[in-house]
Structure formats: C-alpha cells, structure tokens
C-alpha cells in the first residue's frame, strides 16, 4: 500500500469587498431619507413663565382616565363616538384646537387612538395637557 501525501488545503480568503458595498450603499440610503420621514413634532410650552395653569376651552376638551376611559366635554364617549363628535366640532370651530388631559397611568394605546381619531377629523393640532407631579 502506497500512502498518498496529504494534500494541504488552503481556504480561500473571504472577499468582503461585497458586504462592504451593500453596507455603504445602506447607509447612503438611511442618511438621504431620514430627512425626508415625517415626524410628530412635540413643542413644550415653557412651564416657569406661566403662573396659572391654561384653561380649558368649552368646547374642545377630552379626557382619558386612568381606566382608558374617554371623555369630550364632560361626557363619557367610546372611541369610535369622540371621533364622530370631533368631526361635528372641527365643522364649528375650524381654528380650535382639541385639548387632551391624558392620565399618567392610562395606557399609551389610548393616547394613540385619541391622537388618530383628532387627525381624522380634520384638526391639525392637538394639545396635550399634563398636570405638574
């Protein structure tokens, strides 16, 4: 029996000049459209300059409770209600802005419904009024 000499293999060396392209092309693509996405701006109105809290306006006021119960105007409404009765008033006050009073523990569920139902009604703006701890 005749031994044959082992034949040393050598791996082929990994081209990563590929992967790094795809990267690269990625990352142009992240940095060209991340100015282009629409976000949900958030302004904070300065807190020390006010000495009295706002006011509620009459006729635009919703609440959420800590249960994810909803109210507009002091009475108690399901979601698909407030966004008919926010449709109703976006017809009488135009320039108005709805005014929500979102409890700390209710759920951020709620607060997103509330939001889409205001932007299907036409409004462009919604105040988010936060009491003090």
Same mark, same amino acid.
Request: net charge negative; aromatic share 6%; hydrophobic share 40%.
């Given at each position: 029996?005749?031994?044959?000499?082992?034949?040393?293999?050598?791996?082929?060396?990994?081209? *990563?000049?590929? *992967?790094?392209?795809? /990267?690269?092309?990625?990352?142009?693509? =992240? +940095?060209?459209?991340? %100015? !282009?996405?629409?976000? @949900?701006? +958030?302004? !904070?109105?300065? $807190?020390? &300059?006010?000495?009295? %809290?706002?006011?509620?306006?009459?006729?635009? /006021? +919703?609440?959420? =409770?800590? @249960? @994810?119960?909803?109210? =507009?105007?002091?009475?108690?409404? &399901?979601?698909? #209600?407030?966004?008919?009765?926010?449709? #109703?008033?976006?017809?009488?006050? %135009?320039?108005?802005?709805?005014?929500?009073?979102?409890?700390?523990?209710?759920? =951020? $569920?709620?607060? #997103? &419904?509330?939001?889409?139902?205001?932007?299907?009604? $036409?409004?462009?703006? !919604? @105040? /988010?009024? *936060?009491?003090? #701890?």
């Amino acid at each position: 029996m005749r031994k044959r000499p082992r034949e040393t293999m050598e791996e082929a060396p990994i081209n *990563l000049t590929p *992967l790094i392209d795809v /990267v690269f092309v990625i990352l142009i693509m =992240f +940095i060209v459209v991340a %100015p !282009l996405l629409e976000m @949900d701006r +958030i302004e !904070l109105a300065s $807190g020390p &300059s006010q000495k009295q %809290p706002p006011q509620a306006e009459q006729n635009l /006021v +919703i609440h959420v =409770f800590p @249960d @994810d119960t909803i109210s =507009f105007n002091k009475q108690p409404v &399901s979601l698909a #209600q407030l966004e008919k009765l926010l449709v #109703q008033a976006h017809v009488q006050y %135009p320039t108005k802005h709805p005014q929500l009073f979102h409890d700390r523990t209710a759920r =951020f $569920g709620t607060y #997103q &419904s509330v939001k889409n139902a205001v932007e299907s009604a $036409g409004f462009t703006e !919604l @105040d /988010v009024l *936060l009491k003090p #701890q």
